[in-house]
């Protein structure tokens, strides 16, 4: 394997990041299971809901630098900055077009009652955001794979 390869598959901040999100993804599917009683593996690839796997994502790689730079560098400080953003974003702008979203869709709906003929416009979808509570099992998650990666493995 090439050098730049290696450094790629090598890199464990990269994959601490990914495996914190998708373990994220997973635990939103089983969470589907578990408390609405239906498998919906298709959840797997949907962003928004419990828990918020951008922000186990960011998190992780947040805790991966911390461990090894330094809460002083300048490397932890543009991780955690750019968290900051993501976390800020998914409580926020995407979580209000969520609710916009459902919105239009329920006026769309009162419209359809009325004007029937060629009004079909499709439903804008919904789920794009996050609470603040789904970030915060986000984080959680993400910290606990960063700490793990780091500090146990």
Known sequence: MTPP???????????????????????KVLLILLLEGRWRPAA???TGGMPSSHSAMVAALTTGVALTQGLGSPLFAA??????IVM?????????SGIQAR????LVEELRAVVREGFAPLPLRV?????????????LIGVAAGL???LVL
């Open 79 to 84: 991780s955690a900055v750019f968290a900051l």
């Open 127 to 139: 789920l794009l955001g996050h609470t603040y509570l789904e970030v915060l099992a986000g984080v």
């Open 148 to 150: 793990l990666a780091f």
């Open 5 to 27: 390869l290696e450094d790629l598959f090598g890199n464990r901040w990269l994959w601490t990041a990914v495996l914190a999100s998708t373990g994220a993804q997973v635990l």
């Open 88 to 96: 800020y974003d998914a409580t926020g702008v995407r979580h209000s």
């Open 103 to 106: 919105l239009l869709n329920e």
């Open 44 to 46: 797997f690839m949907e």
